[in-house]
Structures are given as structure tokens and as C-alpha cells.
């Protein structure tokens, strides 16, 4: 079973791979060495628990890849998160060259090779161009190891008492590996999972911006 339009939609999978990742409401440098698992101590992740729902400004780079019955795909991602704004660049072996999401309170802009598109919201736009949508504004709390706020979910942790798999709106995230910057544990490897459709996610560079 797929997402209502799954079908017609793969041929747009440059597109979806965009909205998915970004709309939630994201270049080159180098990657930090994650740390080892090792380091990672019980108790460590409630600590952090405040500073964690605080965060609300990063850069992340990594690289991203989506699986279905049909196809699979590839690109590299460069997220930018502010507390107003974000901006999402997708670029990478999809043939339909880069892609820029941007958005600011009220409005979604997305640009591609075939033009320039917007909506009042994320999953507005999903449906404008895609015809179905996704619980895409849990992106920004799934990709700090955080459930949404205001839907149910069903979080486990594993024996340190971090995340390890989240079901939240029909979506199956499971936390694979783990880095750990400015005194800050964040997810270095998760999978989303939405009945056959796999969005695999690696970040290579993790800079939040943290008050104080």
C-alpha cells in the first residue's frame, strides 16, 4: 500500500523528495567525526531535553535517499532552519538539476527546473503539485529525535533512554546512529518509513546555533 497518488507522483520524485525532507516547517565544508557510540551515557539525552525543544536554528548538510517499489534515488541536502525562515537546496542525480525551498511565515515558495510555485503552507503546496500531501511540519521535531507536537505518537527508547523508534501520523522513524556537537546529542542516521515508501537520511554536518 502507498500514500493516496503514490502512482502518478513517482514521475515528480526529484519534487517530492524536496517537500518531504523540508517543508517544515533544509555549501560545502567539512564534516565533523561523529562520536563514537560508545560515549553516549545513560542519562544524557533527558539532560539535554531543554536545550533540545530550544533548539530552533541549525545548518545541516548530509545527503538523503528515497526507496520505493518502483525507484530509487538519491541527492545531496543542505538545510538551513531559522526560527521564521527556512531554506531547503536539493541537488544530485535526479536530472532535473537543484532545488530551493524557501519559507517564511504564511508563504512556501519552491523552485525547480520547471518553474517557480507557492503556497500558504507546506502541505498546500504538496497538494498544488504533488495532489496528496504529508505530515511534513513534524520534520523539523523528528530530525532533533522529537515527536510533533498536538498528534499522538508512540516513541521507544533503547537502554541509554535515547530515541529509537517513533510512530507518529502513520510515518515509522527509526534512529540509526547518533553525533554529538556543542555539548549536544542529535541524530546522525534515521529511516522514515510510510508503507513501502523509505526516506533514508545521513548528516554529514550538524551546526546548531545555541543561545548561551
Same mark, same amino acid.
Given at each position: 500500500?502507498?500514500?493516496? $497518488? ?14 518531504? &525532507? ?7 565544508? /567539512?564534516?565533523? /567525526? ?9 542519562? #544524557?539525552?533527558?539532560? #539535554?531535553?531543554?536545550? &533540545? ?5 541549525? !545548518?545541516?548538510?548530509?545527503? !538523503? $535517499? ?14 538551513? #532552519?531559522? *526560527? ?50 504529508? *505530515? ?9 529525535? &522529537? ?15 535515547? *530515541? ?32 513501502? &515508501? ?10 546548531? !546555533?545555541?543561545?548561551?
Amino acid at each position: 500500500m502507498t500514500p493516496r $497518488g503514490m502512482e502518478p507522483a513517482m514521475t515528480l520524485l526529484p519534487r517530492l523528495l524536496t517537500l518531504l &525532507l523540508a517543508l517544515a516547517l533544509v555549501a560545502g565544508c /567539512a564534516s565533523r /567525526a561523529p562520536v563514537s557510540e560508545e560515549e553516549r551515557i545513560e542519562g #544524557q539525552w533527558q539532560a #539535554q531535553a531543554e536545550r &533540545l525543544a530550544e533548539l530552533d536554528t541549525w !545548518v545541516l548538510i548530509g545527503k !538523503v $535517499g528515497l526507496r520505493t517499489p518502483e525507484e530509487s534515488t538519491s541527492a545531496n541536502l543542505d538545510w538551513s #532552519q531559522h *526560527p521564521h525562515y527556512y531554506r531547503l537546496l536539493i541537488s544530485g542525480p535526479f536530472g532535473s538539476g537543484r532545488s530551493t525551498l524557501e519559507g517564511r511565515e504564511g508563504r512556501v515558495s519552491l523552485s525547480t527546473a520547471e518553474g517557480r510555485f507557492e503556497a500558504e503552507t507546506p502541505e498546500a503546496l504538496m497538494a498544488q503539485q504533488l495532489g496528496w500531501s504529508l *505530515p511534513v511540519a513534524a520534520l523539523s521535531d523528528w530530525i532533533r529525535g &522529537l515527536p510533533a507536537e498536538d498528534t499522538p505518537h508512540r516513541l521507544e527508547k533503547d537502554a541509554l533512554g535515547f *530515541p529509537s523508534r517513533l510512530e507518529q501520523d502513520g510515518w515509522e522513524i527509526t534512529y540509526r546512529d547518533w553525533t554529538r556537537v556543542a555539548d549536544l546529542w542529535l541524530p546522525r542516521r534515521l529511516m522514515m518509513t510510510y508503507d513501502d &515508501l523509505r526516506v533514508t537520511l545521513v548528516v554529514t554536518d550538524w551546526r546548531p !546555533v545555541l543561545d548561551g
